[in-house]
Structures are given as C-alpha cells and as structure tokens.
C-alpha cells in the first residue's frame, strides 16, 4: 500500500455518487499537511500504525493525531506478516492495538493482508480469522479486510469463510477502473465498503502520491466505534442432557468478573447448591482467566452427578450480586436463569449409579476389611497424588488374575493365586510425574489351574507415605453386551454382599433388571430399610424386568441393590443385574 511513482488522477472518481473521498497513508507519505488535506475535500484517513510483531510506522502518531485535529475521520490498518510460529496471529493483532489506540468516534480498524508467509489457503484464513477475532475480542468491534480480487484468490483460494463469519466490510483494491472487481462471491454477497480506486492521487498537503479512496455511504455511523457501550450484555444456555452436566452458559460479547457468587446451579427446591466447577473460554475456546480475561462462554460443571428427577436453575447474576458479570463497559448481565430437570432414566453405567464390590472382614486386613469381586471386567479405581503407589492385595487359592492400569495406561497383570492366603501383598508403582493419578484395578476372571475361584481383593492403598484403609474406591461390576438391554449392555454381579445404589427425587421408581437361568435372590433396600428380597431366576432368559418401588412422599430417596449370593436349586447362578434405573413418579 506505499506509493509508486505514476501521474496524478483526480481525487474524485466519475460516476461514483453518494461515496465519500478519502485516502491512506503511511510513512511513505513522509510529512502530511493534513488542515491542508482536511481542506481538499478528504473526509477519511486509514493510516499504517504496525506491521508483523514489532514494526511500527514512524509516522503514525503524528499521522493519528493530525487527521483527527482537522476533522479528517480516522482509523489504521496493519500490515499482516503471517507465519507459523504459536499464536502469530494474537500477537501481531495484540501489537497493532497496543500501537493504534483506536477509540470511540474512530472507524473500524483493517487487516491488510498481502502476504502469506508460506501458509497454505487453509492456514491462511485461519490465520486471518484469528487476528480478526482477536481484535473484536478485545476492541468490541468487527475490524475490515483490505484486499484485491486476485490477491485474495491467490492467497486463500477465494475463500468465503471471512465474509461468512462476520467480516462483511470489504476494503477492496481495484485501480483505475470504473468499478472494482470484488472477491469471496461479491465478498459473501456484501459487496464493497471502502475502495482504493488509485495508488497514486494528487491531494494538496501531500508531496507525491497517495493512494486514494471512497466510501460507499454518506454517513460514517455504520463503520465507526461506538461511544461508551451502554447496552447490557446477554446470557444464553445450554443445559445438560445426562447426570454429568455440564451447563455452559454464553455471552454475546466479552465479559469479565464471573465467579461462584454470579454463575452457578442450585436446586429451588431445597435451596441447595452442587459443588461445581467454572472453566472460562474466549470466542476461540482457549481458557481464559474468569475474573479478568475475555469471557464469551462458561462451563460449569457438577463435580457430582446430578440427581435424577431433581429440578434445577442454573443462574447469571442473581438479584442480589455484590460483584457481577459485566461487559468492558461495566454493563451488568441482566439476571438470567434456565430452569431444567435431570434425567428421570439412567443406564447401568451412569454416574447417577454407584457400585461397591463386596466387603469381607478379615483381622488380617489393613482396615479390618477388603473390597473382593470376581467377574471379568469388574473394575475398583482410586485417586490419589504422588510420583508412586502400592496396592495392597491378598494371594490364595481363590484368587484369580488383576489388570492394573494407571491414568488409563496398563502398568501390569498379576496372578493373585497362592496355596495358602496372605494379605499385605505390595504391588509397587512408581516413576510417576508429580501430580494426581488414578490407578484402576481390573477383574480378569481367569485364573492359574490350581486356582478354586477368580477373586481380586483391594485392601489398601499406599501413596507418599500415607497408607489409606479402607480406600474410597469408584467401583464397577462387570459389564457385558445383551442385546435387549435397553443400553445394549448389563452390569452385573454374583458376589454375596456386592450393591448397587441409585438416588433420585420423586414418589417411584423402577430398577430394571434381567431374568433367567443364571440370576439369582437380590434385596431392595429403600432409604436403609429393607423392602423385599426378589428372585430373578427364569427357565428363560428376560431383560427390562421392572421391579417397582412406589408409594414414597415425594423426596430424595435412596435404591440399594444387595446380591444375595443366592438362588433357587434349578437355578445355575446367582447373578443379579442392572440394566437401569427410572423414575416414574
């Protein structure tokens, strides 16, 4: 965009009613005598302030404050190096702001991109898209493109993606013609904004030449930075459709200050608040601070499952907020809420479903007792931090073979078989990063040829010194495919003692399970009382039996599924199996 030797045109065009004149410049210009400019009828000035990461034009600020003194309006553009290097695009777009110091009253700043830095036509837009929108994040307003035709099919292939995203003011390069050959399909079917007709105009105040421009309007309100911003921004949200959440909630442009006091979930019901946690994106989706970067989404998310059949309202500043989520002009988000209710069905490998292998006394054990289970696949996971991990076990001759991987990655496989029991086994795990970690403990169900039974036992876990009894374990039954499992799958188990657990708020509800020749007793346990014991043994096998649970005040309740271990003579098992959970009243 400098300034090539050539005879001066006039400054007006023919034929272009309804445009107003103006011209862009740079250090090439040299000194500009710009009350002189104001004068010849210029209305507009588009000045260089940067190019790349560091450059800045020599003359910007005298530039700036010369055409604004003389009534001239004004903006800048910068001259786009793009490469690959990481975040290229934010820091050239973070420099040209920090240099430019547009504010309200100015125009809209341009993106002049006539380099590619060897970046193919995808890598380009995208690189484009980034700087655009890194300005708009923090400028509060869309910047424009300047471009030629052909430069622009040469360099992005033509593409549309800009103008389609939001970019719609064209700048467009075409000399010496009566009208300007556009790129992008008519820039997207926008059309131009701003055209340099000329890269070599006469204009009085101005040695040599000077690129000369029109805008198509009579009015400058369309493409200049509003005054201090004063309307409130706006929250939308997207709600959960599982026990897991999240709920992400949207802003419609950046905002700052969000915390726990002016987003988060609560249950009107009982005025109670899940713990949850906030994750802060920009519009690009990279995390940013929630207090002080430039928020355009939140994500918050229920560090516990949510609670099936419980109503919910997740909230943008309450009524009464001390501190607010505000938008860069301080205006407050007005109060915002979405009302949703948690799932009333749950499969077996819901979260909303927690499982616990069965716990046998022993002296001998570390806590006095162990976690045992037995069928393939059934999993026992505990979290903890440290560079190292010993699972405590127990050898014997019921014991079968263990799987143990750590942050999903197998770290072993053991025979747990021995001709005599012994507790205090140490499976030792160390070189770990520092940090936190989970080890899983998985269920093979094989075992050595002398072995009597398949069983893995979890004892205890040791961590940085600490020995936990007892651990908490996320436990899991085995789960197998059955094809008429409403989830295609079953969890199940055969181990007296082994339970299953489902919470929800209603007056019913329905476990749905399996009959057939290998199922056996379970009890039903409702809010610590027993309420029967079942038998779900069939000659033929039956999936989605319900069992019911009705006639409850309307509430938080509790389901515990007990496996008996037990079953009738004909029987050639004692599964027990959850297919899911439903509330169904």
């Known amino acids: 965009m400098g300034a090539a030797p050539a005879p001066p045109i006039p400054i007006l065009p023919v034929g272009l009613p309804g445009t107003l004149p103006g011209i862009d410049v740079s250090h090439h210009?040299?000194?500009?005598?710009?009350?002189?400019?104001?004068?010849?009828?210029?209305?507009?000035?588009?000045?260089?302030?940067?190019e790349g990461r560091t450059f800045v034009d020599p003359r910007y600020e005298e530039n700036k404050v010369g055409a604004m003194t003389n009534g001239v309006a004004f903006t800048a553009y910068h001259f786009a190096r793009p490469d690959d290097t990481p975040n290229d695009a934010v820091r050239e777009a973070d420099h040209f702001l920090d240099v430019a110091?547009?504010?309200?009253?100015?125009?809209?700043p341009a993106l002049d991109i006539e380099r590619t830095g060897g970046l193919s036509d995808a890598e380009i837009t995208e690189w484009i898209l980034e700087w655009l929108d890194h300005v708009t994040e923090r400028l509060g307003v869309r910047p424009m493109v300047y471009t030629s035709p052909n430069g622009w099919l040469t360099r992005t292939g033509d593409t549309t993606a800009v103008a389609e995203a939001g970019y719609t003011v064209l700048w467009v390069a075409h000399w010496n013609v009566s009208e300007p050959r556009l790129p992008a399909e008519d820039w997207a079917g926008n059309g131009w904004t701003f055209w340099q007709y000329s890269n070599c105009g006469a204009i009085p105040g101005i040695g040599g030449c000077v690129d000369l421009d029109r805008f198509d309007g009579t009015s400058f309100d369309p493409v200049t930075i509003p005054s201090p911003d004063v309307t409130p921004p706006s929250a939308s949200f997207s709600t959960p459709t599982d026990v897991a959440g999240p709920v992400t909630i949207s802003f419609d442009e950046v905002v700052r200050q969000v915390g726990p006091d002016n987003t988060y979930v609560w249950t009107p019901l009982t005025g109670t608040y899940p713990p949850v946690s906030r994750t802060c994106r920009s519009r690009q989706g990279v995390e940013v601070d929630c207090f002080t970067g430039n928020v355009r989404s939140v994500i918050v998310q229920p560090l516990e499952p949510l609670v099936p059949g419980e109503t919910y309202q997740a909230v943008v500043n309450p009524g009464v907020v001390q501190t607010g989520v505000v938008?860069?002009?301080?205006?407050?988000?007005?109060?915002?809420?979405?009302?949703?209710?948690?799932?009333?069905?749950?499969?077996?490998?819901?979260?909303?479903?927690?499982?616990?292998?069965?716990s046998v006394s022993a002296d001998a054990a570390f806590g006095g007792r162990y976690a045992v289970e037995r069928r393939a696949g059934a999993t026992a996971a505990f979290a903890f931090r440290g560079r190292s991990v010993t699972w405590y076990t127990a050898t014997g001759p019921t014991m079968g073979r263990a799987a143990v991987r750590i942050d999903g990655v197998p770290a072993g496989t053991f025979d747990q078989y021995a001709s005599r029991t012994g507790f205090a086994v140490a499976r030792v795990f160390g070189g770990l990063e520092r940090g936190e970690h989970t080890i899983t403990v998985r269920v093979l169900g094989t075992g050595s040829a002398s072995a009597t039974d398949t069983r893995v036992v979890v004892d205890a876990f040791e961590t940085g010194g600490d020995l936990v009894r007892n651990p908490a374990l996320d436990a899991r039954w085995s789960s197998e495919s059955s094809p008429g499992a409403s989830g295609g799958s079953v969890a199940s188990s055969d181990l007296q003692g082994a339970s299953a657990e489902f919470t929800f708020r209603g007056t019913a509800a329905d476990w749905l399970t399996v009959r057939g020749p290998h199922h056996g007793r379970a009890e039903i346990w409702v809010d610590g009382l027993l309420l029967r014991t079942v038998d779900?043994?069939?000659?033929?096998?039956?999936?989605?039996?319900?069992?019911?649970?009705?006639?409850?005040?309307?509430?938080?309740?509790?389901?515990?599924?007990?496996?008996?271990g037990q079953g009738r003579q004909a029987a050639e098992g004692t599964l027990v199996a959850i297919d899911r959970f439903a509330v169904v009243g």
Do not use: C, M
């Open 327 to 358: 938008d860069r002009g301080g205006n407050l988000v007005p109060t915002s809420v979405a009302d949703f209710a948690a799932p009333t069905e749950v499969e077996e490998s819901s979260p909303a479903v927690s499982y616990a292998w069965r």
């Open 29 to 50: 210009q040299d000194e500009i005598d710009w009350a002189e400019v104001a004068g010849s009828g210029v209305r507009f000035a588009v000045a260089k302030a940067t």
């Open 536 to 564: 779900n043994y069939a000659p033929q096998e039956t999936v989605a039996v319900a069992r019911h649970v009705t006639g409850l005040v309307d509430g938080l309740h509790t389901i515990r599924i007990v496996v008996l």
């Open 101 to 108: 110091g547009l504010e309200p009253g100015n125009l809209i």
